[in-house]
């Protein structure tokens, strides 16, 4: 006999608002639980060659994986299209994420129930079982994160591009002796869509672009 039953729930907000012209700053929250029960069974004559030995006798297991994580951004952007009369776009943002998520999982062992015991039996009585392999309960360590990014992307007249971004993370995953690091990446592009020589051809073809990138 298995049973197993799952849960989850997740909740995110978000929070967006304007204090400056071109200048947004956003907010977001997000949490998420979720469990996983596996309930096990096994009568007399299916316990044979028994992980947990005790053969011959109905036993049971009954575990419980629990999840939890937590996140957190926060965000400021500047974007201006109207710079130089129109003619050059800026957008930069700047901001910050933490998270942690951590895993507990719960087993429960009996065996030695009367050599009699239907599956329903078990279930229904798993206090007459003779011998308890006792609670284990194994928490992992908490996976903990937290970053530091910024992003600025550039156009003139939409035609020439070009995109710089960093990110710093530190997260409890890296090595005890290296725990933080440097991601960064950069790109350049050519939208020759945007070129008057390419105007007859826009009937066919709106957006097309040379791009080249490089990332660490």
Do not use: C
Not at 183 to 202: I, M
Request: glycine share 6%; aromatic share 18%.
């Amino acid at each position: 006999y298995k049973l197993q039953t799952r849960f989850q729930q997740n909740y995110n907000a978000a929070l967006t608002w304007k204090p400056f012209k071109h200048w947004t700053a956003k907010t977001e929250f997000g949490y998420g639980w979720k469990y996983y029960d596996t309930d096990q069974a096994w009568t007399a004559l299916a316990v044979n060659n028994s992980k947990f030995g005790h053969n011959g006798r109905p036993q049971a297991q009954f575990v419980r994986d629990t999840y939890k994580s937590w996140r957190n951004a926060n965000t400021l952007t500047y974007d201006n299209n109207k710079l130089f009369g129109g003619r050059d776009h800026l957008n930069v943002l700047i901001g910050h994420e933490w998270s942690s998520d951590m895993q507990t999982t719960r087993t429960s062992t009996s065996v030695d129930f009367p050599v009699d015991f239907t599956i329903d039996q078990i279930l229904s009585f798993t206090n007459t079982a003779e011998s308890t392999l006792g609670n284990e309960v194994d928490i992992k360590a908490k996976d903990n994160m937290l970053s530091f990014f910024g992003r600025i992307n550039y156009d003139y007249k939409g035609i020439y591009l070009l995109e710089v971004n960093g990110r710093y993370d530190g997260s409890s995953s890296f090595p005890a002796n290296d725990q933080w690091a440097f991601f960064p990446s950069a790109s350049v592009g050519y939208r020759f869509s945007e070129e008057a020589y390419f105007e007859k051809a826009k009937q066919y073809v709106s957006n097309a672009k040379f791009r080249r990138s490089e990332e660490r």
